[in-house]
Nanobody
């Protein structure tokens, strides 16, 4: 069983920065694909960024490429999302998620929701103009 707890959400003005954290536990956590997803009111949930926990290989959605950075601290079993140059369109509930399988070392973890078995409760991010 994997447990995920997000923190770090809040309110920020456009152009500002926030860091989200996701503390994880569980036997498969250290070997999984991890990801950040977000859902804005009235919109479908979308994958923002993922990371192969074995290799550290990241993936970013086009909407956040160059502004967001996903990273991990294996010693702390914590996943991060550094968000810079934020825009009002980044306003959403952000979720941390983990797959139930272990990827191959060089695999790119695609943000397909069906592959992500474990989910956190979410943390709200609001960007004002």
């Amino acid at each position: 069983q994997v447990q995920l707890v997000e923190s770090g959400g809040g309110s920020v003005q456009a152009g500002g920065s926030l860091r989200l954290s996701c503390a994880g536990s569980g036997d498969t956590y250290s070997r999984a694909c991890m990801g950040w997803f977000r859902q804005a009111p009235g919109k479908e949930r979308e994958g923002v960024a993922t990371i192969n926990r074995r290799s550290g290989r990241p993936y970013y959605a086009d909407s956040v490429e160059g502004r967001f950075t996903i990273s991990q601290d294996n010693a702390k079993n914590t996943l991060y999302l550094d968000m810079n140059s934020m825009k009002p369109d980044d306003t959403a509930m952000y979720y941390c998620a983990a797959t139930g399988y272990s990827p191959s070392y060089l695999d790119l973890c695609r943000p397909y929701e069906r592959d992500f078995r474990y989910w956190g409760q979410g943390t709200q991010v609001t960007v004002s103009s």
